[in-house]
Nanobody, 111 residues
Framework: QVQLVESGGGLVQPGGSLRLSCAAS????????LAWYRQAPGKRRELVAL???????NYADSVRGRFTISRDNSKDTVYLQMNSLKPEDTAVYYC?????WGQGTQVTVSS
């Protein structure tokens, strides 16, 4: 079965950085398109970034230029590097492949 396990969340000050990781199992990772979503309290889950098997990426307008999604096919892991974090980036971040979701990791941006 497919499993996704996120890590790397935490508390960071505005302007700081975090790197999220998502380790996948049960899929042919190198062929998979993967995405990061987030859900803030009282808001709908939204797409943050995605990366296809060939390495092309796309980002939500709100994070473009600050966040970078990448993948390491040798480790079956997808990353989300988040720089210049803002309080409005506070959310639970989820890794996704097809209809499978990870358990989520909390990111809190606050002084």
């Amino acid at each position: 079965q497919v499993q996704l396990v996120e890590s790397g969340g935490g508390l960071v000050q505005p302007g700081g950085s975090l790197r999220l990781s998502c380790a996948a199992s049960g899929i042919i990772f190198r062929l998979a398109g993967l995405a990061w979503y987030r859900q803030a309290p009282g808001k709908r889950r939204e797409l943050v970034a995605l990366i296809i098997s060939g390495g092309s990426t796309n980002y939500a307008d709100s994070v473009r230029g600050r966040f970078t999604i990448s993948r390491d096919n040798s480790k079956d892991t997808v990353y989300l590097q988040m720089n210049s974090l803002k309080p409005e980036d506070t959310a639970v971040y989820y890794c996704n492949v097809r209809t499978i979701w990870g358990q989520g990791t909390q990111v809190t941006v606050s002084s």
